[in-house]
């Protein structure tokens, strides 16, 4: 495999298998408190899958640099339950029914208990960090969480407004992109190279989540139901304007900017269809836009590991933005 | 005043005076988000007052230690923050309204705003601390943060049902006692004592914090909502059983356990009323019972200190137990 290009997703997974196992044990030993209800809204969390994206992000970060310690699987769990805090937390603030498929767990245990949770999944998160006894990942962990608590806050003061592109930015990047420059850095940091490599690996997980988080947003307004598996617009009815919305604002006609501040306002498509504000986004090549926009982040993640040696890890994470902006769900 | 005893709040007072307004400047410059809302929420509980009880003990075990840094400043600022992110979010689960008789948070800004807003003081109480580059001190303070989070678990799970006295005692451990204990080993940790002395300043802490809640406890049941500042009896009317309570419940006639179980039950006095639980608790002097169980923690705390050496800083702790057991609000 070392003289080819990583092609698969299988190939991604056999190269991280036995590590993203060590992950699930990790996380599963470390979700347990002797009370039970935060066991069980840990596990059903836990068993709700999700693609380990971020874990896998530290593991290639951590082992393209040579790392080869225990450390990457404890703070691959980590950022794992600090992606699930934050989660469980949001379904209350969102009021969310369903996650990954699934009820979410506020409808089934209650918003109280998932406030608590939350709170634990948090610190037991930082409780396994802390037994690294390294500050920089401290520093790291508790920056982030601040910025993605922040980011929510700022969401929910945009919605039912039109946001400009830079708001939009900022907002996806703590939502999603600051994890996973985070996650970049903790595998630099395990491997104990240089600032001018950590800043790299950082900014391959910044424009990585960008690219990511467009996708995802792209996704939310033009997949079918059946493929993305959650209902679809579901930015649209909780009044968030997300990339080509925005773009479709900005350069439309009168007439599609006013039937898409309806639907910010109203927060459902009856007075505007779906249907409608697709056509609206299409005549615009709105979504195009965006899509643009992804394919350069996830040209610029690949350019910002120029400098790292070649290995079978440096070519999964070569692989992974063009994963990102090609999928489907 | 260094050969006689402290007698008076005020003598404590101004013993601490400047190291509590440089807490409360420390407090107020930590305490700012580039997000309004956070700095909104967070400025409007910091100047809800309260007593300022866990830094105040904090600095006096620091001062006792012969400890002069600046670490207790910064560490006392967050053993508040912990304590107001704890009052955040258990006010959105039990649904408070108020809070040192005031508008609780979340009737203001709303339970999904308060979620984010104790979520980022928690983050902030931690990146504080972090700035000591002291691994023992986030040691405590994760630890302790999750024993009270997993208390207001278990909390959730005994209301409207009678309690025994050891879950009583678990639950008062986690709600209060544990913070008071880590306040006073965080002195120990910035003096560098060794690991007796800072277990008995712990253990200071731990029966200073019984006793305070017993106390607590005790004044929801009996004082007059003038002279509390809150509505009374609000433990019955959440289905928890306190000290008293859970004594006049197992020590009661059969006709007084079942007017208990009604009010925990029904939460709420229309069954039985208010009075009619106070004459039941006199019958059994259930009252006088948790009383002595506060005044017997209250010696042991006094107890702990016997091996400090002798200072002005000192004979304030020994005076803080009296004076928990001997308030009326």
């Not at 951590?62 to 703070?75: C, E, N, P, T």
Request: charged fraction near 25%; aromatic fraction near 6%.
């Amino acid at each position: 495999m070392s003289t080819t290009t990583i092609a698969t997703a299988k190939e991604v997974f056999d190269l991280l298998h036995d590590d993203l196992r060590a992950i699930e044990r990790e996380f599963g030993d470390d979700a347990v408190s002797s009370v039970k209800a935060i066991t069980e809204i840990s596990d059903y969390l836990r068993e709700g899958g999700g693609k380990r994206i971020r874990p896998s992000l530290l593991l290639l970060s951590a082992k393209s640099q040579g790392y080869s310690g225990g450390g990457m699987v404890r703070l691959g769990a980590v950022v794992e339950m600090v992606h699930t805090a934050t989660l469980v937390h949001d379904d209350i603030i969102d009021a969310a029914d369903t996650r990954r498929g699934r009820p979410s767990a506020n409808t089934t245990w209650g918003n109280s208990k998932c406030v608590l949770a939350g709170d634990w999944l948090y610190m037991q998160a930082f409780r396994v960090a802390l037994e690294e006894r390294n500050f920089r990942v401290l520093d790291l962990l508790i920056g982030l969480t601040q910025q993605m608590v922040e980011g929510e806050l700022l969401q929910m003061e945009t919605l039912g407004r039109p946001v400009t592109e830079r708001e939009y930015n900022d907002l996806i990047y703590r939502k999603t992109a600051c994890l996973f420059e985070v996650s970049m850095r903790l595998g630099s940091v395990l491997a104990k190279v240089n600032g001018k490599t950590e800043a790299s690996m950082g900014e391959y997980g910044h424009a990585l989540g960008l690219a990511f988080q467009i996708v995802d947003d792209i996704l939310d307004l033009t997949a079918s139901e059946e493929v993305l598996g959650k209902p679809v617009a579901s930015d649209l009815r909780e009044g968030k304007a997300t990339l080509a919305v925005i773009h479709s604002l900005e350069n439309g006609t009168p007439t599609d900017r006013e039937a898409i501040l309806t639907v910010l306002t109203d927060q459902n498509f009856e007075r505007v269809t779906h249907k409608e504000i697709l056509a609206i986004l299409s005549r615009n090549q709105s979504v195009d836009y965006a899509m643009n926009i992804a394919f350069r982040h996830a040209e610029r993640a690949r350019a910002a590991l120029a400098s790292l040696p070649d290995s079978d890890f440096k070519r999964a994470l070569l692989w992974v933005p063009d994963f990102v902006v090609a999928r489907d769900k």
